[in-house]
């Protein structure tokens, strides 16, 4: 879910975001990943194929797994790839849904990086790039909308979770341009953003 070069630093030779903030350097489970894998576990059945976009540390896929789906994540970040397999989850590194088939899966999921981030604030590593959406918070959102329908099998559906920082709404827009219709799933609202959880299939 990030863009290839960056490394567990910065070139830049600052220290990098996650030792600045004193996180991991893997995205791990918040209240985002935690209402996308909810809604989606509601809409799979047994032997389902699914596909978790920007995978981490693989929670999607494994409460999906645990739903009864066959599910694999993919992830650019080779530290996320690294601890999805550690957590037991089939991964594949690569770029959003590139490296799959046509009509492979019944559901792909999505928790993009939507932090609307200006340049400036931008730091060059992983988990600057699995937080930041770029100025508009749609860095990756609209790469993969333009491109999850190749691999969404006859009567599959995409979920992406976006943010009210990240206009659900020109979301919605997008999709539509790129022959996909939308319906509002979830939402969830917090201090100071809503969650949201958007369903996609193709017009």
Wanted: glycine fraction near 8%; proline fraction near 6%; include cysteine.
């Amino acid at each position: 879910m990030t863009e290839e070069g960056a490394d567990e630093g910065t070139d830049s030779g600052r220290p990098a975001l996650a030792d600045q903030r004193g996180v991991e350097t893997v995205y791990q489970p918040a209240e985002d990943s935690d209402l996308l894998a909810r809604t989606a576990a509601e809409r799979v059945t047994s032997g389902d194929r699914v596909l978790d976009v920007g995978t981490g540390s693989g929670y999607v896929a494994a409460t999906l797994a645990e739903a009864g789906a066959e599910a694999v994540g993919v992830d650019l970040s080779p530290l996320a790839c690294r601890e999805a397999a550690e957590n037991g989850l089939p991964v594949v590194r690569g770029d959003l849904v590139s490296p799959f088939h046509e009509n492979s899966f019944d559901l792909v999921a999505f928790n993009p990086p939507y932090l609307p981030t200006p340049a400036e604030a931008e730091w060059d590593d992983w988990m600057e790039h699995a937080l930041s959406g770029g100025e508009d918070g749609r860095r990756l959102v609209d790469p993969f909308l333009a491109a999850v329908s190749r691999v969404l099998a006859p009567g599959g559906e995409a979920l992406l979770l976006v943010s009210s920082l990240t206009d659900p709404d020109a979301v919605r827009a997008y999709a539509r341009e790129n022959g996909l219709e939308s319906e509002v799933l979830a939402t969830e609202k917090h201090p100071y953003e809503e969650l949201v959880v958007l369903r996609f299939s193709e017009i």
